[in-house]
């Protein structure tokens, strides 16, 4: 398949991202996800490297990369907390990545520090792919939410609700880009001290003439939305606590919140979840979370493929 | 009869004019003039358009392009003449530029600038300018200049 140009690249931003870009990720991860559903081995990737550096805490991202590069042919090497490796010593980001770009052939990395992830990029030959940097963005969640809505929904016309942490949400920051870059109709739902930054909104204003409706009230969407997606309120990311204190446990989807529901309403998350999102509701055919996390791997392997090349 | 300040003429030099009253002491601080030519500042002076306005005459210095920049986003209106000879050899408006590089830090204090000495970088995007590591935007009012 056609790489649409990506090998090489990195992926740092959604903001980055063409449309035709996503469209050949989306077709390519339908690719990797019937590999995976008839449990194919492949090598397209054999003898690469992936280095994951996880500087945070992740399940996820991590273990989902590491699954694909692994269902790819390829391996990994790599780090998650900065315990045992020299950063504890007090070296710099880029020395570390310096290193690291002799021993792999691409990287996927999580930092808490907003914009390392184009540092990295413009640091290293090799593609970096950006695994969630602080607050800012977090590209590959958002390609596999999108990849999710596809399988689920469909992509046109389809109505989706983004609810809870707007503010220091990662994963909405580049969510809510290629939501807008398909034409969906978005509304944003959270407390005043926690709405989707004004940088963003500009930027989606500007490049898409699209002001999504902000709202702080959950009853609001439940009955127009085709996909409900909640986040969590990241009390790590709150430089007061008691801001946090005041906005934790602001909404919560339970069995009662579903009745009122659009007929086929499907609900994701990025996970971890705390208490948004009540366990009663994970038995109910609304619940996509684990399927969405499923699809991870798919839109991830795409990536891999893309990005570093390979065989087939 | 109209009361005029009279300000001594520099025979080599810049002056700075036409300065959003007020700015001139923080960009006498911006090009650490206190320890290098002789300068004179002027502050509140009446312009030929009857406003206010501040000026800085500074004895055998040319600015540098990112000095100028700096100027333009305390005074975008600021003029630089530059003086040779006792006489205007050229003049220019200074122009907010598209670019800053390695001169401000960026006020979003979790950005990977301000903790990894690699530069800073912002690019003009509608008027205010657009981190290139931690895509952030920020009004100029919002840098520490």
Redesign the interface.
Known sequence: MNNMGLKSKDMI?A?DLTKAEVDSILKEADVMLSHIKRKKPLDMLKGRILATLFFEPSTRTRMSFESAMHRLGGSIIGFSGTEGTSVTKGE???DTLRNVENYADAIAMRN?????A??AADTVRIPVINGG?????HPTQALLDLFTIKVEKGLKGTKVALCGDLKYGRTVHSLIYLLCMYGMDVRLVSPKTLRM?K?VL??IK?RYSYAPVEEESLDGVVGWADVLYVTRIQRERFPDQNEYERVAGSYFVDNETLKKAKKGMVILHPLPRVDEIRPEVDCTSCAKYFEQSFYGIAVRMALLKMLIGGNG | MKDELKVSRIKQGTVIDHLVPGTALKIVKILGLKSGSPFIVAMNVDSSKNRKKDMIKIDDRFLSKQETDRISLLSPNATINIIRNQKVSDKRKVTPPRELAGILSCPNRVCITNSEDCGTRFLMKSGKYKCYFCEKTFSVEEFDL
């Not at chain 1, 940097?133 to 963005?137: H, I, L, V, Y």
């Open positions: 931003s903001a710099t980001l880029r808490p520090i907003e914009g390392s184009r540092l940097d602080g607050s800012n963005q930054p940088h500009d930027d500007e």
